[in-house]
C-alpha cells in the first residue's frame, strides 16, 4: 500500500495584539472629561473666575452635555470638591494606615506629604479652603461641602490628639488646624523656601509643647 502524503499544517493565525502590549486605555465619558477638566479649572484658577463655556471647550464636549450630567455650574462645582474631598482623605487615610496605632505619627506622616507637595510649582492650597473663601453664602453647595469637610477635619484631629496622652488636646487640635490652614495659603504666597515647607516640623514641636513635663 502507498505511503499517503501527510496533509499541509496551516499556520496559526497571528494574534491581532502583542502578547505583552496593554490594551488601550478606553476614551472618558463626556461627563467624565467634564469632571477631570473642571478639577484642573477650577482648582488652577478658582471656581468663579471659570466659565461653563470654558470647561465644554477644553474638554471637548458640548454645553447640553455638560447640563445633561449636572444641573448647574453651583452642582458641578459642588461635585469638584466631593471629589477633591476623596482625594484628601485617601492621602490622610494612608498615612494613617502607615502608622497603626500612633496618631503622632501619623499626623507628621500626612504633613510632611503636605510640607513637600506645598512648595511645588502650581500648588494652589487646599480647594476646599479656596472655595470657602470664594463663597461666603453658607447656602452655596460649594460653601456646603467645604464646610463639611473641614469640620470634618477638626474632628478627626480633634480624636488623634486625644490619644497623644496631651494636655488640652482641643487646645492643640484647633491650634494643628490653625497651622494646616495658615500652610495651604502661605503656600500660595511665597517661593519653593516659604514657611509652608516647614509644617511637619511646627506641627511636631506644637505637639511636643502639649505633652506632659
Same mark, same amino acid.
Given at each position: 500500500?502507498?505511503?499517503?502524503?501527510?496533509?499541509?499544517?496551516?499556520?496559526?493565525?497571528?494574534?491581532?495584539?502583542?502578547?505583552?502590549?496593554?490594551?488601550?486605555?478606553?476614551? /472618558?465619558?463626556?461627563?467624565?472629561?467634564?469632571?477631570?477638566?473642571? @478639577?484642573?479649572?477650577?482648582? @488652577?484658577?478658582? =471656581?468663579?473666575?471659570?466659565?461653563?463655556? $470654558? =470647561?465644554?471647550?477644553?474638554?471637548?464636549?458640548?454645553?447640553?452635555?455638560?447640563?445633561?450630567?449636572?444641573?448647574?455650574?453651583?452642582? /458641578?462645582?459642588?461635585?469638584?470638591? @466631593?471629589?477633591?474631598?476623596?482625594?484628601?482623605?485617601?492621602?490622610?487615610?494612608?498615612?494613617?494606615?502607615?502608622?497603626?496605632?500612633?496618631?503622632?505619627?501619623?499626623?507628621?506622616?500626612?504633613?510632611?506629604?503636605?510640607?513637600?507637595?506645598?512648595?511645588?510649582?502650581?500648588?494652589?492650597?487646599?480647594?476646599?479652603?479656596?472655595?470657602?473663601?470664594?463663597?461666603?453664602?453658607?447656602?452655596?453647595?460649594?460653601?456646603?461641602?467645604?464646610?463639611?469637610?473641614?469640620?470634618?477635619?477638626?474632628?478627626?484631629?480633634?480624636?488623634?490628639?486625644?490619644?497623644?496622652?496631651?494636655?488640652?488636646?482641643?487646645? /492643640?487640635?484647633?491650634?494643628?488646624?490653625?497651622? =494646616?490652614?495658615? $500652610?495651604?495659603?502661605?503656600?500660595?504666597?511665597?517661593?519653593?523656601?516659604?514657611?509652608?515647607?516647614?509644617?511637619?516640623?511646627?506641627?511636631?514641636? /506644637?505637639?511636643?509643647?502639649?505633652?506632659?513635663?
Amino acid at each position: 500500500m502507498a505511503n499517503k502524503t501527510p496533509p499541509a499544517t496551516v499556520p496559526a493565525a497571528a494574534p491581532s495584539v502583542a502578547p505583552n502590549s496593554a490594551p488601550a486605555a478606553k476614551p /472618558l465619558l463626556a461627563a467624565d472629561r467634564i469632571r477631570k477638566t473642571a @478639577r484642573e479649572m477650577f482648582y @488652577r484658577d478658582g =471656581i468663579r473666575a471659570v466659565g461653563v463655556d $470654558a =470647561i465644554v471647550n477644553q474638554a471637548g464636549v458640548t454645553k447640553p452635555s455638560l447640563y445633561r450630567s449636572f444641573s448647574s455650574k453651583d452642582e /458641578l462645582a459642588a461635585t469638584y470638591l @466631593r471629589d477633591y474631598d476623596a482625594e484628601f482623605w485617601a492621602r490622610f487615610d494612608a498615612a494613617c494606615a502607615a502608622h497603626p496605632g500612633d496618631p503622632r505619627a501619623q499626623l507628621l506622616d500626612y504633613l510632611t506629604g503636605l510640607s513637600q507637595r506645598a512648595v511645588l510649582t502650581g500648588y494652589r492650597g487646599c480647594g476646599l479652603t479656596n472655595a470657602a473663601v470664594e463663597y461666603p453664602e453658607t447656602d452655596h453647595p460649594a460653601r456646603a461641602v467645604a464646610e463639611e469637610h473641614k469640620r470634618e477635619l477638626r474632628r478627626r484631629l480633634n480624636d488623634m490628639t486625644a490619644g497623644m496622652g496631651v494636655q488640652e488636646p482641643q487646645a /492643640l487640635a484647633d491650634g494643628l488646624l490653625l497651622l =494646616i490652614e495658615g $500652610a495651604f495659603v502661605s503656600s500660595q504666597l511665597f517661593e519653593a523656601d516659604g514657611p509652608a515647607g516647614r509644617v511637619a516640623q511646627m506641627a511636631d514641636r /506644637l505637639i511636643q509643647a502639649h505633652l506632659p513635663g
